[in-house]
């Protein structure tokens, strides 16, 4: 089995900064490209940034560009995201996944965390 465990989230204020980890564990390949994606209330499940499994490629959703960087250690395998200039529109529970597909689609992500609670307060 695969586990996907988050942390990091909490409250901050409008403009503040926060840095999530999602450590892996389990039978995880070294080579799964390595994802975040947020859902807010009443909302579909959103992309938010992926990397590949090497590092070599990072994408990020245009609402979040510039202000976001993901990242990420291979032994063990963690992912990070630096969310700086955190928005009240970024408030949302977001989620540590991982395929073995350079995608960016969250039906194609095989493993999933539980999920850590941003909220930024205006």
């Known amino acids: 089995q695969v586990q996907l465990v988050e942390s990091g989230g909490g409250l901050v204020q409008t403009g503040g900064s926060l840095r999530l980890s999602c450590a892996a564990s389990?039978?995880?390949?070294?080579?799964?490209?390595m994802g975040w994606f947020r859902q807010a209330p009443g909302r579909e499940r959103e992309f938010v940034a992926r990397?590949?499994?090497?590092?070599?490629?990072?994408y990020y959703a245009d609402s979040v560009k510039g202000r976001f960087t993901i990242s990420r250690d291979n032994a063990p395998i963690t992912v990070f995201l630096q969310m700086n200039s955190l928005k009240p529109e970024d408030t949302a529970v977001y989620y540590c996944?991982?395929?073995?597909?350079?995608?960016?689609?969250?039906?194609?992500?095989?493993?999933w965390g539980q999920g850590t609670q941003v909220t930024v307060s205006s």
């Open positions: 389990g039978s995880t390949l070294t080579t799964y490209t």
């Open positions: 990397i590949s499994w090497n590092g070599d490629t990072t």
């Open positions: 996944a991982a395929t073995n597909w350079n995608t960016v689609s969250a039906a194609l992500y095989n493993y």
